[in-house]
């Protein structure tokens, strides 16, 4: 570790993750409240880890109660960014997927700077989509215990490949060629401990924008009835149509990026009710951070920007059809802390900010199965509460630019505090 404040903040998050007040409450200018309320002047009553009461006014405060004024600030739901690769971790030096081999232990401990990124970009719950070695699991777990801060983790363990000798390095994955392998690597990825299952549905991935597919429609269909018959859902990753097509008639619960998706597949996802999680702006990210810190070979550039737009386009048509979207920014090295940049895309292409927001809050609560617990401020759910500064229903970039999140609230404890 080159930098020793990070280290010191690395310290002061595992100390400070004691027990949290029995009772705060907190104040905001404004509350987004991710039911479709907005109201003024509220007061948010947390009692543990769970949000008691959302008032407007001066209701009674409880005796003994922590008070939080935020009054200058919007509170919203804590965010979920549906796909990310919290174990990618960049350091500073050397080019990502080029870094020397690192012990699973060592990952850990590294991506928790990538963990706290996360939080300071409010989002406080991750759907996390490939990793090695169970590092995922052991950062779910470590979170789920206090011992260290970070995003509550969903996470799929290793993602499967098919045995492929295109794939540029050591390719991550559990390599399963056909129905029976297929079949046990889900189980198999279950039985690790995974809350997910990710398949790679097509080739396509950092700079290379290929879009074949790979695994047959039969192989796709083994995998989500295995998943679905252990009563888990599975994520499809498709760089094109032909991938997703199959994936989506398969019945994917989630499809993963996706370019140039043909109108009948997007009725299907309509239909259906599947998940589209487009991650749009990771490949800006690339653009914009490759010649500082991926560099990638010469034109990557280009056929970046070129998948950017059919993807931009495919989003369009998807949201125009009624398919559920969901904010995931493929978040790898240094794109951490630019997790919700997605949000601004999904504007772009004629989301109003509040149907932006929801792809952050309520639809990937969903997405998870957490309807009751994630995605609002209400009663009863989880105290995951954001204070962002100026108007999300009027701007979404109060969200997503990284300097207006100024505090953010993890079940009942705050994790980030920017507002002194
Ligand atoms: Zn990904």
Known sequence: MRNPSLLALLFFFATSSTAPAATTVIRFGRLVDGTGRVLTNAVVVVEDDKVQSVATGSPPIPSGAEVIDLSRYTGIPGLVDAHTH???????????????PRHPAVVVVLAQENARKALEAGVTTIRDLNAASGTDLAMRDLINMGKVVGPRMFVSGTAMRIT?????????????????????????????????????GSTGGFDDVTQLQTFTFEEMQAAVRATHALGRKIAIHSYGPAGARDAVRAGADSLEHGADLDDETIAAMAR?????????????????????????????????????????ETVRKAFRAGVRIVMGSDAVYSGWGLNTRELDWFVKIGMTPEQALKTATTEPAALLGMEKSLGAVAPGFLADIVAVEGNPMSDITAVTRPEGVRWVMKAGRVVVDKTK
Do not use: C
Request: charged share 25%; aromatic share 10%; glycine share 6%.
């Open 86 to 100: 919290i174990t990618y971790y960049w350091d500073g030096v050397t080019i990502p997927r080029t870094e020397p």
């Open 164 to 200: 492929r000798s295109t794939v540029p390095i050591a390719p991550v994955g559990i390599m399963v060629d056909g129905v029976d392998a297929v079949i046990r690597g889900v189980r198999q990825i279950l039985a690790s401990g995974a809350d997910w299952v990710k398949m790679h």
């Open 272 to 312: 259906q009710r599947t998940y589209y999680i487009p991650t749009v702006d990771h490949n800006q990210v690339y653009v914009d951070h490759d010649d500082t810190v991926f560099r990638f070979p010469p034109g990557a550039k280009d056929r970046l920007r070129d998948y950017i737009q059919r993807n931009v």
